[in-house]
């Protein structure tokens, strides 16, 4: 009988397996939009959105409320690591009845303990102290918690049932009775009496009360989790192994689909003592436990913590003895009628029983002490029967430790999880082996995780200080941030603005006499015409101005296009050294090219897709404005580049050089669209550089004869705003950044754009946020002192990372030395998409007045068009092309741009001009 007594009491190891799937089941239902309200496992949000880093500092009030106590505690942080905070605390005793009286009274007598503790710990020669002192609340009942200042009360439970505070916000609650206590403490009516553990409190320190304002609210669960947090070794669980039972965790924020936070983490209370509820751990569930469940004031909930809970261990045993007697397996030789009484066993008399495995003198010292004379047999099965309950106890709290790891380890798309385990509560401290068992057991079944258990020192209390102290330090360094971020976050209405200069500028750049003013410059292309897809023939194709140089073949057959290509390298000392160079280069590369591609003999037409802005002549003849993107050989601005071409090509005797046309890579990437897409009439690059091209109504050319037909306008507004007339969006680090380019106060629209700078500009964000001590706790990072090297597409990677899974970014982290904690990184983040985002929408503010001097131009009310879009950003970055279509939507509802993806726009574009070109000649 004992053997089976014992058996029903030991869960085998594949049980508990599928208990740890099950729990994590619950929580992942608990987590999840739709169905956290079935879900046993509530998993409440906390709006605890960080660890305590150990910069925290200042005077934390805390007030706890407790089983029939109310505790009071004072910390001072010192921001040293918080490893020797102050603290100063006091405990007031609960009069009868509170616990079942009105909420008022309740909430009224914590506001007086807490004017009654000020009054004894603050010296009154610092309450002329005009500065709040914050407090911390920690509140160990079910909420609906919305923000951290803000929960209702699900329901009561630990024996409380004050009326009128279910469904309430008890954050408000208690800061009114605390506004109410300052309001009517008249100091000359207040009576001085020695509080400690009495009822009879006074309102006493007026100055000090009005200071304390509630910030934070949170469970006790919480609470340990944060006072194992020091710094560098964040805390991120909690198990709490009291009376109760409960345990807390980090949760990636974007899984906790019941807030609207997405970034970052958020600590969530799993109030897994309900656990079970729905039945499903009745196959462990022993006729001891249905008794005591029975017995409850609750039967049929908290089914997990009636088996773990130290509320209940005492009254397994007793039930278990109980049966027992009846069966006549123990107690045989005394009269056993003492166990009928509830309560009679206590989890205290449990502990001290196991705890001295190796007599029984204890056992039977306890159980005479109930008026029992055990034999030595007795007490030896009574021994194993409590060890068996407690042992159990430990071996649940592991399962559901594992169920805990395990979630965290495959949310944060880890392979293995490095983690600290905050542990605190009665049984935790009074039974030996609970240690050993949750430590072994969690780790047979999340073998994947590797826990490190630590003892919460202090309480909740000291905890609830540290969640107070973090609200307070983000709450300061979200102001901060903010500040810094402010200038880059546009509105609608600087959007409209943008979008209005832009057209003032294209009207500007199209007028015979205002164009040599225009910042943009608006350059006719000698391109009339867009592709018919009749065009036929082989061509070559040469693509400078990009990242690569390239040298292409291009066949453009009935079928369609094929293309070859080779890539060649233009080293710096050639960008930037002479024009002759340059171009000789040039030459070289096609004859090595036509070599590879045994074309030596042929003599085919040559597009050149030349993405510098050009002041064009005619088709193949354009006199070279200004380089830009890093170039600057010397003797080549205002030269004719078709002839600087022609001219090394002689140098180098290379005969049979047909140049048909010179296309500017936006023209390029209009033309190859095109080809598939008849409505594509504006091509738009956003690569290293950004630029546009549309088809504008000749009539509207004022810089070039003849008012039939269209004309594709090379837009160059990467120069947009070098007038002046963006100045009023410019930052300071736009500034820093165009100040170390070496085309200073050029290229301006661009360097808020393209690939090239947005690097650059997050860089300098990031270094000016290390420096106020924003990020990386403001230790200094001389890696990213270094230009350029916070390249664009970490930018991509950045913000592609959902939730932050921090294996992508460790890479980029690492290649920047820098020791990031995970808010770092979730901030590095904001800075990436602030940035970006901004990006985006300027590019479409810029389209927008595009489109809608189109639609305009053909006495439209809605104009469908096609933008054929190239460069790397655009096409990898994740969200660029959303943010610049819905950004364009918003600007210009009237018009209906597609976007169409060019595929080696400049190749191929090129070839289609020379095609179009040799069709029309
Ligand atoms: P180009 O404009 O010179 O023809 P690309 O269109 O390939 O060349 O653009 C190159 C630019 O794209 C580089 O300046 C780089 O910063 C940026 N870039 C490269 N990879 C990415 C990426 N994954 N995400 C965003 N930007 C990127
Ligand atoms: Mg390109």
């Given amino acids: 009988q ?110 007086q303990c807490i004017s009654q503790f000020l009054a004894e710990t603050i010296s009154s020669d610092s309450s002329s102290s005009e500065e709040r002192l914050p407090l911390g609340f920690v509140f160990p009942f079910s909420c609906r918690q919305t923000q951290l200042d803000k929960a209702e009360l699900i329901s009561w439970s630990k024996g409380f049932s004050c009326s009128g505070v279910v469904g309430k916000d008890v954050v408000q609650l208690l800061q009114s009775a605390i506004d109410k206590q300052e309001v009517g403490s008249g100091g000359a009516g207040g009576r001085w009496l020695s509080p400690w553990r009495s009822w009879k409190l006074s309102p006493f320190a007026p100055g000090q009360l009005s200071r304390v304002n509630v910030v934070a609210l949170m ?65 462990i569930i022993t006729p001891y436990d249905e008794c005591v469940d029975q017995e409850s004031s609750n039967p049929g909930e908290k089914r997990f913590e009636k088996l773990v809970g130290s509320l209940y261990l005492g009254e397994i045993v007793r039930h278990a003895l109980l049966g027992l007697t009846a069966e006549k397996a123990i107690f045989t030789g005394t009269d056993a009628a003492v166990l009928k009484q509830k309560g009679v066993f206590t989890t205290q008399q449990v502990l001290e029983i196991i705890n001295n495995e190796d007599s029984t003198t204890e056992v039977k010292r306890v159980l005479e002490v109930l008026g029992l004379q055990p034999s030595e047999r007795d007490c030896g099965r009574v021994q194993q029967i409590c060890r068996a309950v407690v042992g159990r106890a430990a071996t649940l709290y592991a399962t559901g430790l594992a169920a805990i790891l395990s979630y965290m380890c495959r949310s944060r798309e880890m392979e293995q999880l490095m983690v600290n385990v905050g542990v605190e509560g009665e049984l935790y401290q009074g039974y030996t082996r609970f240690e050993e068992i949750l430590q072994s057991v969690s780790k047979l079944l999340a073998p994947e995780c590797l826990a490190t258990l ?202 049979g050089l047909q140049v048909v046309a010179l296309v500017n890579d936006t023209v390029g990437t209009m033309m190859s669209c095109g080809y598939d897409d008849p409505r594509c009439e504006i091509g738009l690059i956003v690569g290293t550089g950004t630029n546009a091209c549309y088809m504008e109504e000749m009539k509207n050319v004022g810089t070039v004869e003849g008012e039939q037909g269209r004309m594709c306008i090379n837009m160059e507004w990467g120069a947009f705003g070098d007038n002046g007339c963006l100045d009023h969006i410019f930052t300071h680090f736009d500034r820093v950044v165009d100040d170390s380019t070496i085309n200073p106060g050029k290229q301006r629209f661009e360097k808020l754009i393209s690939g090239m700078y947005l690097g650059e500009i997050v860089r300098h964000i990031l270094l000016e946020m290390t ?136 190749g191929k574009g090129a070839a289609l001009v020379a095609a179009v070109a040799s069709r029309a000649a």
């Fill in 454 to 655: 630590l003892p919460s020192r202090d309480g909740s209390g000291r905890g609830a200080a540290m969640v107070t102290a973090v609200a307070l330090r983000l709450e300061a360094q979200r102001r901060e941030v903010n500040e810094v971020l402010a200038p880059l976050r546009l509105n609608h209405a600087d959007l409209e603005k943008v979008q209005a200069l832009m057209r003032q500028e294209m009207e500007l750049g199209l007028g015979r006499d205002t164009n040599a003013t225009a910042s943009v410059r608006m350059l006719p292309t000698f391109v009339c015409g867009t592709p018919d897809g009749t065009e036929r023939g082989d061509f070559l194709a040469l693509d400078l101005g990009g990242t690569n140089f390239r040298v292409l073949l291009v066949r453009v057959t009935e079928e369609g296009i094929s293309m070859a290509s080779e890539i060649y390298v233009i080293p710096t000392t050639i960008m930037q050294g002479t024009g002759e160079e340059l171009f000789d280069h040039i030459i070289e590369c096609i004859m090595d090219f036509q070599m590879k591609q045994k074309l030596a003999m042929d003599n085919l037409p040559l597009g050149f897709t030349f993405s510098f802005p050009c002041q064009q002549v005619g088709l193949d003849k354009a006199l070279l404005l200004n380089w830009t993107k890093g170039f600057s050989a010397s003797d080549c601005v205002g030269q004719d580049v078709v002839h600087l071409l022609r001219n090394a090509a002689q140098r180098k005797q290379h005969v």
């Fill in 771 to 906: 420096e106020r001590e924003l990020l990386f706790q403001g230790r200094p990072c001389p890696k990213l002192q270094t230009k350029n090297i916070f390249q664009t597409k970490f930018l991509s990677t950045i913000e592609l990372s959902n939730g932050l899974a921090l294996r992508q970014i460790r890479a980029i982290l690492q290649e920047l030395e820098l020791d990031a904690s995970f808010e770092d990184s979730v901030l590095m983040r904001e800075v990436c998409q602030t940035v970006s985002l901004r990006a985006a929408q300027l590019c479409a503010a810029g389209l927008a007045a595009v489109v809608e001097k189109m639609r305009e131009n053909r006495g439209l009310d809605q104009l469908s068009v096609t933008v054929g879009v190239d460069g790397t950003l655009y096409k990898l970055h994740p969200c660029f092309s959303y943010n610049l279509q819905k950004t364009l939507k918003d600007l210009a509802p009237n018009c209906n741009v597609s976007f169409l993806l060019s595929e080696d726009g400049s």
């Fill in 2 to 111: 004992i053997q089976r007594a014992l058996r029903s009491l030991s869960v085998p190891l594949d049980r508990l397996h599928i208990m740890k799937g099950h729990m994590m089941q619950d929580m992942c239902r608990g987590l999840s939009r739709y169905t956290h309200t079935q879900a046993k496992v509530r998993m409440l949000p906390t709006y605890i959105c960080s660890t305590p880093n150990g910069t925290e500092k200042g005077n934390f009030l805390v007030v706890e409320l407790c089983q029939s106590q109310v505790r009071t505690l004072l910390v001072t942080l010192y921001g040293d690591g918080n490893l020797s905070p102050q603290m100063m605390y006091k405990i007031f005793d609960m009069p009868e009845g509170i616990m079942q009286g009105e909420g008022e009274a309740l909430f009224d007598f914590i506001a």
């Fill in 219 to 283: 469970n006790d669960t919480v609470g340990t989790m944060m006072t194992c947090s020091t710094e560098g070794r964040p805390c991120e669980v909690a198990v709490v192994a009291d009376k109760g039972s409960n345990c807390c965790f980090m949760a990636e924020a974007h899984l906790v689909e019941t807030t609207e936070e997405t970034s970052g983490r958020m600590c969530v209370n799993t109030e897994w003592g309900c656990f079970g509820d729905d039945g499903i751990l009745n196959d």
